[in-house]
């Protein structure tokens, strides 16, 4: 059982699977590493960095990736200003050539 949970309330995985096939395009501006500490450890000791891109408090993870759970294999999608609430739309598939 899952004990962990965000300073926001969320959980880390709850609603959510990973998945090797699901992309998603964001933005990143930091030009460097984060340094974490025991500070950014959940209540189960565990630190938990965002993979999905879409959190509002990376690197830590804020529970925003379950707004991914029901994308679809093989899509890749964008999220209105990298936000989990903005629309989401497909803009193509893995494996895409540009
Ligand atoms: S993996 Fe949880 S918010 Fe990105």
Redesign the pocket.
Known sequence: MLHAEFRNG?K??SG?HRSEDMAREVTHEARGPAKLDESDMGDDGMI????????D??P???????A?ADEDDGVVYTYENDD?EGDRRAIGELGDEE
């Open positions: 969320h880390p995985y959510a938990y960095v965002c993979q999905c891109g879409l959190s408090t990376k830590l993870c804020d529970g925003s990736h379950n991914t989990a």
